[in-house]
């Protein structure tokens, strides 16, 4: 008996290492480049164990081969490709996006599941969408950010009468709860309990080891119909939209908020099949579409626009000459639109936008991409050969960080975004948004909340870092997006000439 159990133990230690070492020598084969393996994790151990972002061990092993077009990793026991080369970028995310159309990435998550995982269908719903972020649709919804700006600005006011320093990271993400759920027709008052419900479902995010799952095996999580987040976060982030979706009417409120838009488009489309068809049968797009298309905005736009503006603010807090400039350009523009704020006005703020640029540079919120080939493909240029259903990334952080695109890249220069200088780089040297067909929609949007919060934040209060403002950002390993670790905490100093 006991031969027999050792002799199972050893044949199963076996299986499990050839299962996970089988692919091991495959880029040696091939003759490319890159980093050794290790058993199990491959080149991402350190993101594995949580002791590194996953975007940084991507931009340390892009940094590490300067002089190679695309390098051999293993993420986990899974070979993929790196893309070092600028001029392959741009192929893989333009000339030749229908040979990488897929992300994949496929989650579960019961809030129009198509919309997320079917890359047809949401390629149709993002065409239908596209539409809402127009100049004049956000305009007619300016009076709501300006109405968010202004209780945040109220909300620092207060707190900051007893303490001014605070954590700037979540300062800023009450006001972009905010102004993404009011625009999703949501008035949530982020600035008082409710505040505390949104953050603790919010935390309960952070530590999940579904990633390494989709990491080892990709696409696990969908068969298993998995969902990334908990249960509890997606149900209370289903109620935000459910009293619109309930109403099968699509009657729009007149709000001229971005579910309003949504409600109308369904509507048109509803009387337009019903005039074809002769019939009543439903528009396309679904009552799960719309809660998923909320979800988006609300779930990956409120994080990832919190995270630029906290790093923002962070740096102008550290280069005061750079702060001035901003609220000096500030004042300019108010003056010059007699004191109101619109959508022309603020994309106007040309400086304002190379210090978003140069945030974004240094702190891309989605450091890496990752594309799934859908046919074979052939690497410019190389002898090198994609399979149907291989796996590449690019590192965006990799690439912000290369010392020969921008040089001394630790350095917060928002110079490097003036029209001189982005005329003079590689179109791919810069991807805070991708460069795809399938980039973020609602970088506009984006945009304008950011910049709304800026004005109305900037023309109240100047930024200084206080004793306990960290030098070196650490990232929190935990999530996908990049976001400090802990607390950044820097001072909100109520300006004397506040306008």
């Known amino acids: 008996m006991p031969v027999i159990l050792a002799a199972t133990v050893i044949i199963i230690i076996t299986l499990l290492y050839i299962h996970f070492t089988k692919h091991n020598d495959g880029?040696?084969?091939?003759?490319?480049p890159g980093p050794e393996p290790t058993f199990i994790f491959g080149n991402v151990e350190d993101a594995v164990l949580r002791r590194k972002h996953i975007g940084i061990v991507f931009k340390n092993i892009h940094n590490a081969y300067s002089e190679e077009k695309v390098l051999g990793i293993f993420v986990m026991k899974n070979p993929e490709l790196l893309i070092r080369d600028l001029d392959v970028v741009r192929n893989i995310l333009t000339k030749d996006f229908d040979f990488f159309i897929d992300r994949g990435v496929e989650f579960e998550n019961n809030l129009g599941a198509d919309l997320l995982h079917d890359e047809n269908t949401r390629g149709m719903v993002r065409s239908r969408f596209y539409f809402l972020f127009t100049r004049e649709n956000l305009q007619n919804m300016m009076h709501l950010l300006i109405e968010k700006g202004n209780a945040f600005v109220e909300h620092v006011d207060q707190i900051t009468q007893s303490k001014q320093e605070q954590d700037v990271h979540g300062l800023v993400h009450k006001f972009t709860q905010a102004s993404i759920a009011c625009a999703l027709g949501v008035n949530l008052d982020t600035f008082d309990k409710e505040y505390d419900t949104l953050l603790t479902n919010q935390k309960a995010t952070?530590?999940?080891f579904g990633r390494e799952l989709e990491l080892m095996y990709p696409s696990i999580l969908n068969k298993?119909?998995?969902?990334?987040?908990?249960?509890?976060?997606s149900f209370f982030l289903y109620k935000l939209v459910q009293n619109f979706i309930s109403q099968r009417t699509y009657e729009p409120r007149n709000k001229k908020d971005f579910m309003d838009l949504i409600l109308k488009l369904i509507k048109e489309e509803h009387i337009s099949e019903q005039k074809?068809?002769?019939?009543t049968r439903s528009s396309g797009v679904t009552d799960e579409m719309i809660a998923a298309q909320a979800y988006i905005y609300y779930a990956l736009g409120n994080e990832t626009i919190a995270s630029t503006?906290?790093?923002?603010l962070y740096q102008l807090a550290l280069n005061p000459d750079i702060q001035d400039k901003v609220v000096t350009e500030i004042k300019e523009m108010l003056e010059n639109h007699n004191k109101e704020i619109t959508v022309q006005g603020i994309l106007d703020l040309s400086y304002m936008g190379k210090v978003l640029d140069?945030?974004?540079r240094m702190y891309p919120v989605v450091p890496y991409l990752r594309r799934k080939s859908t046919k074979k493909y052939m690497i410019p240029d190389t002898n090198l050969k994609i399979e149907n259903g291989e796996f590449i990334r690019i590192s965006v952080l990799g690439i912000h960080y290369d010392k020969k695109i921008y040089p001394t890249p630790d350095v917060f220069d928002p110079e490097r975004f003036s029209p001189e200088n982005v005329a003079a780089?590689?179109?791919c040297s810069y991807l805070p948004f991708g460069l795809d067909p399938g980039h973020c929609i609602a970088k506009s949007f984006a945009q304008v909340v950011s910049r709304v919060c800026l004005v109305k934040l900037l023309s109240q209060f100047r930024v200084e870092p206080s004793d306990n403002t960290p030098r070196q950002v650490e990232y929190d390993s935990t999530r996908t997006v990049l976001y400090p670790k802990g607390s950044f905490l820097i001072h909100f100093v109520k300006r004397k000439d506040s306008h």
């Open 27 to 32: 880029w040696i084969e091939k003759s490319v």
């Open 206 to 208: 952070t530590f999940n």
């Open 224 to 233: 298993l119909r998995y969902f990334f987040l908990p249960k509890k976060n």
């Open 276 to 279: 074809r068809n002769g019939d």
């Open 309 to 312: 503006l906290g790093f923002l």
């Open 358 to 360: 140069e945030t974004l």
């Open 425 to 427: 780089r590689h179109e």
